[in-house]
């Protein structure tokens, strides 16, 4: 009993520093072993993948993002319906939310610092674009393995979700605000709004860093901002009835 009542009020905590930082670190909530599983199913396409596209890097020098393959090696239901999880996301976008993405920023040996950037191009009334709005997105991000400053953590500006771009900038470039790395262990999970001012840090070492990220978005909102896989029939067929409802891919029979 004194163990659930401890979850409740972390749980709770959590939630005022989403609210007030624009992001919030759940450790060890995600199944070390299904990362584990997920890491060794995709690390030969990774490998491929930056084989082939070493000098074309999509998200600055030695920095790629792909869209994650839905298949029996990477997919677990863990990453995607946490029961924590989910009751940290439905506490900022209600009961009607989707999930619309799933992919992942992979760091490696000589990338750099980003520039200070969010993370959604399109503003939902483009006539106003420093409109702040309540949320209507949010980003889940976990590593496949230990991210520490040293691999390429990301650093992020609290509390700047909340402020237009112009005065955040000015905020972060003074050093009135600063900028915090985001250190995960495997198993903890982070929390941010889109609209908080971040950048990738350089990986120091030889082994990609890896950051799987999940888009949780309000049910009315859809963009096609990033490229995303289907999911296969197989994989689908698995998923529950309020698991399908709570995904916003595309379903293609792979028989």
């Given at each position: ?7 409740k ?7 005022e520093?989403?609210k ?7 450790n060890?909530?995600l ?8 890491r060794?199913?995709f690390?030969q ?5 930056l084989?082939?596209n ?5 998200r ?6 792909m869209a994650m393959p839905?298949n029996p090696?990477t997919?677990s239901a863990d990453?995607?319906f946490?029961p924590?999880i989910?009751e940290?996301?439905k ?7 989707v999930?619309d993405?799933?992919g992942?920023?992979?760091?490696v040996?000589g990338?750099e610092?980003q520039?200070l950037h ?5 503003p ?6 420093n409109?702040?709005?309540?949320p209507y ?14 691999n390429?953590a990301?650093?992020?500006a ?9 005065r ?11 900028l ?5 262990r495997?198993?903890d999970?982070l ?12 990986n ?7 950051l799987v990220?999940?888009r949780y978005v309000r049910?009315?909102y859809e963009?096609r901002?990033?490229d ?18 709570l995904?916003?891919?595309q379903?293609?029979n792979d028989s």
């Amino acid at each position: 009993m004194l163990s659930n009542i401890k979850v409740k009020l972390n749980i709770k905590e959590k939630k005022e520093e989403l609210k007030l930082k624009g992001f919030c670190v759940l450790n060890n909530v995600l199944p070390c072993d299904q990362i584990d599983r997920l890491r060794e199913g995709f690390w030969q396409t990774l490998t491929d993948y930056l084989g082939k596209n070493a000098q074309f890097s999509n998200r600055g020098p030695n920095r790629h993002f792909m869209a994650m393959p839905f298949n029996p090696s990477t997919f677990s239901a863990d990453f995607f319906f946490n029961p924590t999880i989910l009751e940290m996301i439905k506490s900022v976008l209600g009961e009607r939310m989707v999930i619309d993405q799933w992919g992942c920023d992979t760091a490696v040996l000589g990338s750099e610092y980003q520039q200070l950037h969010i993370d959604y191009q399109r503003p939902l009334f483009p006539e106003f674009p420093n409109l702040l709005l309540p949320p209507y997105m949010l980003i889940v991000s976990f590593g496949l393995l230990d991210i520490k400053q040293r691999n390429g953590a990301i650093e992020i500006a609290a509390g700047t979700h909340k402020l237009e771009r112009e005065r955040a900038n000015c905020l972060v470039g003074s050093g009135t605000i600063s900028l915090q790395p985001v250190e995960l262990r495997k198993g903890d999970v982070l929390i941010r709004h889109l609209w908080a001012l971040h950048r990738g840090t350089p990986n120091f070492t030889e082994t990609p860093r890896t950051l799987v990220t999940i888009r949780y978005v309000r049910s009315w909102y859809e963009d096609r901002s990033r490229d995303v896989n289907a999911i296969p029939l197989t994989i689908w067929k698995n998923l529950t009835g309020d698991q399908k409802d709570l995904k916003r891919f595309q379903v293609v029979n792979d028989s």
